[in-house]
């Protein structure tokens, strides 16, 4: 029978290419995630504008988020823009892709050719996710307002460009919870099912007695997601209008600040800062489900 290489047998070429696989990515995490984000955190006390070193920058305290709370008038609209972008996500795009899950699940005729329709938005920037949806928005030549007669500007009008967003972001987040809730139901034990049909149940009660606790875990997952997703929501906002105008975000602010005419880099590393905090409580969340099911 043929043994395993013990860590001492292995060659000088292979240790130095498996040195490589893991000091490589981890210098690149380290050098494009960990220190920008880490600079952030720190920037975010100081009122450095971006003209000059870092040197020079003043250190503020509290002060950027002092103001951030209580004199930045964007910043709660933003807030509460993004807890609707959470709760529509969540509430709307949840059931339908958990409702498109189940009926793939049947294995009906070509479930396939669905599965990869459904799917196929997922695999688009949220960028062209904008464009696109611009085909049914447009004022003058939108498919909606054509089918109607409407000349209303879903994406310029205060009134309903938040939810035209929406739409756009739910078209393509469907078909990622769908995703997510199919490879939790074909881990379901059949003989669960077995079992409830044994006992009499319809398909409904044993959708949600037997399989819907059982894909506890996956609810929790879509739920980070969600979060994530809700605070990201960045490319398709500012391809509309730049996050102004009705549409403000937390990561628009944040670039408006930093890379915008006021070039306020402190100021905007703060709201970034809020926003890396919200989410690293949801991500912590996410990795403890994740290690725990890799235990199990």
Not at 39 to 62: C, E, P, Q, R
Not at 81 to 106: E, Q, Y
Not at 230 to 237: I, M, P, Q, Y
Request: glycine share 8%; with cysteine; net charge positive.
């Amino acid at each position: 029978m043929a043994r395993y290489k013990g860590i001492n047998q292995i060659s000088g070429v292979d240790r130095i290419v498996v040195a490589l696989m893991i000091v490589v990515p981890t210098l690149l995490m380290v050098w494009l995630v960990w220190l920008p984000a880490i600079g952030s955190v720190l920037l975010s006390f100081t009122n450095w504008n971006g003209i000059g070193s870092i040197g020079d920058a003043k250190f503020l305290g509290l002060k950027n988020y002092h103001d951030v709370t209580t004199i930045y008038p964007p910043f709660w609209p933003a807030v509460r823009h993004n807890l609707i972008w959470l709760a529509v996500t969540f509430l709307v795009a949840t059931p339908l892709g958990m409702f498109l899950a189940v009926l793939l699940d049947k294995e009906m005729r070509g479930s396939r050719i669905y599965q990869t329709s459904f799917y196929l938005p997922v695999v688009l920037s949220l960028a062209l996710v904008g464009f696109i949806w611009q085909l049914m928005y447009s004022r003058d030549q939108g498919l909606i307002n054509g089918l109607t007669g409407s000349t209303i500007d879903w994406y310029g009008d205060p009134k309903y460009n938040l939810w035209a967003a929406l739409v756009a972001a739910c078209w393509r987040q469907t078909g990622y919870i769908m995703l997510l809730y199919l490879a939790g139901l074909k881990g379901v034990d059949v003989s669960l099912r077995e079992a409830a049909k044994v006992d009499g149940a319809n398909e409904r009660t044993t959708f949600f007695k037997i399989v819907f606790p059982v894909l506890a875990p996956i609810n929790i997952i879509v739920l980070v997601v969600s979060v994530i997703e809700s605070l990201r929501a960045f490319d398709l906002v500012w391809v509309i209008n730049k996050g102004r105008n009705g549409l403000e975000l937390i990561a628009t602010l944040v670039t408006q600040n930093i890379v915008g005419e006021a070039s306020r880099i402190g100021f905007g590393s703060a709201l970034a800062t809020i926003m890396l905090l919200i989410s690293s409580v949801f991500i912590a969340i996410y990795l403890r489900i994740v290690m725990r099911e890799d235990q199990r």
